[in-house]
């Protein structure tokens, strides 16, 4: 059955540094494809999707991927569209040494809205 919904998270690192993907999951609906982002991932140049969807309309969606700079700390980018309500997104940095973050939800208003996450030098 194909989804109904979903929330796509593209992160772009357009940095000097390598950042990799330490940790991602679900706090509910599922991974496109049953595909989870793999850990280890060194994310380059173009935006690395990952899509999190629902084959209901009344399924919640939500979850967050931890990502880690080669130069410490961490990037933690959270969404979530609970049922019934708006879709949320964010990117925060905890202890980030030269890099900056931008995150922006846009297409807020239909059934498959995006987090766009930028990671740029500071």
Same mark, same amino acid.
């Given at each position: %059955?194909?989804? $109904?919904?979903?929330?796509?998270?593209?992160?772009?690192?357009?940095?000097?540094?390598? $950042? =990799?993907?330490?940790?991602?999951?679900?706090?509910?609906?599922?991974?496109?494809?049953?595909?989870p982002?793999?850990?280890?991932?060194?994310?380059?140049?173009?935006?690395?999707?990952?899509?999190?969807?629902?084959?209901?309309?009344?399924?919640?969606?939500?979850?967050? =991927?931890?990502?880690?700079?080669?130069s410490?700390?961490? $990037?933690?980018?959270?969404w979530?569209?609970?049922?019934? %309500?708006? $879709?949320?997104?964010?990117?925060t940095?905890?202890?980030?040494?030269?890099?900056?973050?931008?995150?922006?939800?846009?297409?807020?208003?239909?059934?498959?809205?995006?987090?766009q996450?930028?990671?740029?030098?500071?």
């Amino acid at each position: %059955m194909p989804a $109904v919904r979903s929330i796509t998270v593209a992160i772009r690192n357009d940095s000097q540094q390598d $950042v =990799m993907i330490a940790y991602s999951q679900l706090t509910s609906g599922d991974w496109a494809n049953g595909s989870p982002p793999v850990p280890g991932t060194v994310l380059g140049g173009e935006a690395t999707i990952v899509v999190n969807e629902a084959h209901s309309a009344f399924t919640a969606l939500g979850g967050s =991927m931890t990502l880690t700079p080669a130069s410490g700390g961490t $990037v933690t980018v959270t969404w979530a569209w609970p049922r019934g %309500m708006g $879709v949320f997104g964010t990117a925060t940095g905890l202890s980030l040494y030269g890099l900056a973050l931008t995150s922006i939800v846009i297409n807020g208003q239909t059934v498959n809205p995006q987090l766009q996450v930028y990671i740029t030098d500071s």
